[in-house]
């Protein structure tokens, strides 16, 4: 899964790319002119896994991944009509989710007042341009097209949905709040639309008051998936040790780790689940999206396990845990076949019988 990291300008993006990734990227106050982001790949710690691992007793436990992509604050830096063709966007187009930070901090390096909301506002409206230039250009090249007299089926359903994504565009409405049928999310795949990639809100709020920013978090909430973090506080938390980290977590009340908060948030933003196969040296974790076939998950893992798949031998990690052991599970009649088109539950350990 890969995540883009926008937001304006020091909103604090590479501060929460560091927090998440564990990097040490350069923090600035002044406008980067560096175009390249920051990459980082960090593993999504599932606790089910390092339990398998033990579980089976496995040395080599193998995590899903997270990609963070960390940009520079585009808006400043990107004229309106170069946003298309800039190496931002065409990065960003990549990344399956984005997240904006919103700075909830003061500091003396901004002119204009304090106002998530407002930025947000100005973030949104930069997507829903973006999208719209793309959009526009499109539409004059399928003008051109008919012109020239072809019209067959698929251009015109693309122009349909072309023209209903500029309409909505037009009134300010991002392509991911637009209800498209099957045939129609195809008809426009390959744009990549900014605005239609789900999105949620990282809410960088400064230590002092974390935890207290309730109403506003719930007015963000009316229209977006929304977390907060305290940014530079969690950064920072990743130079002392663990002992001294989860006591000065203790004392901001955070929980877990901005990562582990941040993964579990986007799971659930994505619709994505976890199944885990235990193999002859290694316990895996996989991501599929939630409703996947066992016959597709499968192909997760091996073309050739698609394609000959007979049977999914499957049961779930709690009842495992429940029976103590593969063997004890097997006794209480836990262990079910389950056929090609058995809808993967997250948890669910697989061991695919295949025959190509
Ligand atoms: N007080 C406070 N300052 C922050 C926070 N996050 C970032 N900053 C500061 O804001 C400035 C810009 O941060 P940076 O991460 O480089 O922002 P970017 O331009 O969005 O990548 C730096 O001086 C950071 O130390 C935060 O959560 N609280
Ligand atoms: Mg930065």
């Known amino acids: ?72 604050g585009f808006s400043e830096h990107i004229t309106e009509s170069e946003i298309f063709s800039s190496s931002f966007m ?22 204009d007042t304090l106002s998530p909301i407002r930025d947000i506002e100005t973030i949104e409206s930069e997507l829903i341009i973006s999208d719209f230039i793309i959009a526009e250009k499109r539409l004059e090249k399928i003008e051109l097209s008919k012109k020239r007299g072809i ?20 009134n300010s409405i991002p392509l991911r709040d637009l209800s498209l049928n099957n ?27 974390f935890h207290q920013n309730e109403s506003l978090i719930q ?3 009316r229209k977006y998936k929304v977390i907060e973090f305290a940014g530079k506080f969690e950064m920072e938390l990743n130079n002392l040790s663990t002992e001294e980290a989860v006591e000065f977590m203790e004392d901001m009340n955070i929980k877990e780790s901005a990562r582990k908060r941040l993964t579990k948030f986007a799971y659930e933003l994505l619709g994505y689940i976890s199944f885990f196969t ?60 389950e056929g090609k088109k058995y809808i993967v539950k997250d948890g669910d350990l697989l061991k695919i019988r295949f025959n190509v």
């Not at 015109?156 to 309409?167: C, G, M, N, P, T």
């Not at 040296?281 to 394609?307: L, N, P, Q, S």
Request: aromatic share 8%.
């Open 90 to 111: 065409t990065l960003a187009k990549t990344a399956d989710a984005i997240a904006v930070v919103v700075r909830n901090f003061e500091s003396d390096i901004f002119t």
């Open 278 to 337: 235990v193999g002859k040296d290694e316990v895996r974790a996989w991501t599929i999206i939630r409703g996947t076939e066992a016959v597709e998950a499968a192909g997760k893992i091996h073309t050739d396990m698609e394609r000959g798949f007979i049977r999914a031998e499957c049961f779930t990690f709690d009842e495992l845990i429940e029976a103590g052991s593969e063997k004890h599970l097997r006794e209480k009649g836990f262990f079910r076949l």
């Open 151 to 170: 019209k067959d089926a698929q251009l015109l359903l693309e122009e349909k949905v072309i023209r209903k994504a500029i309409e909505n565009l037009n």
């Open 183 to 209: 045939e129609e999310e195809m008809a426009i795949r390959g744009f990549q639309f900014i605005s239609q990639k789900p999105v949620m809100i990282i809410l960088n709020s400064k230590e002092s008051n």
């Open 219 to 221: 007015e963000i909430g």
């Open 1 to 72: 899964m890969k995540i883009g990291i926008i937001g304006l300008k020091n909103s604090g993006k590479t501060t929460v790319f560091n927090a998440l990734t564990g990097l040490n990227a350069e923090i600035t106050t002044y406008t980067s002119t560096k175009a390249e982001p920051n990459l980082g790949i960090v593993e999504v710690i599932d606790d089910r896994l390092t339990k398998l691992a033990e579980m089976y007793e496995q040395e080599k436990a193998v995590y899903a991944h997270i990609e963070f992509m960390d940009f520079i």
